[in-house]
Nanobody
Framework: QVQLVESGGGLVQPGGSLRLSCAAS????????MGWYRQAPEKERELVAS??????NYADSVKGRFTISRDNVKNSVFLQMNGLKPEDTAVYYC???????????WGSGTLVTVSS
């Protein structure tokens, strides 16, 4: 069983920065991808960024502003968000995917609000 706990969300003004953290516990493989998704009100959940042992991937809307990183010793993944915009407002969810079983795991989410 895998558990994910996000932290770091909050209220920030446009142009500001936040750093999200996700701590994973359980049977974690460093070769399995982890990522961040977000869901804005009345919108579908969308991929923000993902990271595996060989590559990172970003949504076009966040390229150049967000950076995903991972600490395999601490089983953690981070999302540095700079140049935040009101349209970045959403609940951000951490995801871990076991590529052998195909099973995905989700955290409970952390709210990011970008507003003046």
């Amino acid at each position: 069983q895998v558990q994910l706990v996000e932290s770091g969300g909050g209220l920030v003004q446009p142009g500001g920065s936040l750093r999200l953290s996700c701590a994973a516990s359980g049977s974690i493989g460093s070769f399995n991808p982890m990522g961040w998704y977000r869901q804005a009100p009345e919108k579908e959940r969308e991929l923000v960024a993902s990271i595996s042992s060989v590559t990172t991937n970003y949504a076009d809307s966040v390229k150049g502003r967000f950076t995903i990183s991972r600490d395999n010793v601490k089983n953690s993944v981070f999302l540095q968000m700079n140049g935040l915009k009101p349209e970045d407002t959403a609940v951000y969810y951490c995801n871990y995917r076991d590529i052998v079983s195909g099973r995905g795991y989700w955290g409970s989410g952390t709210l990011v609000t970008v507003s003046s």
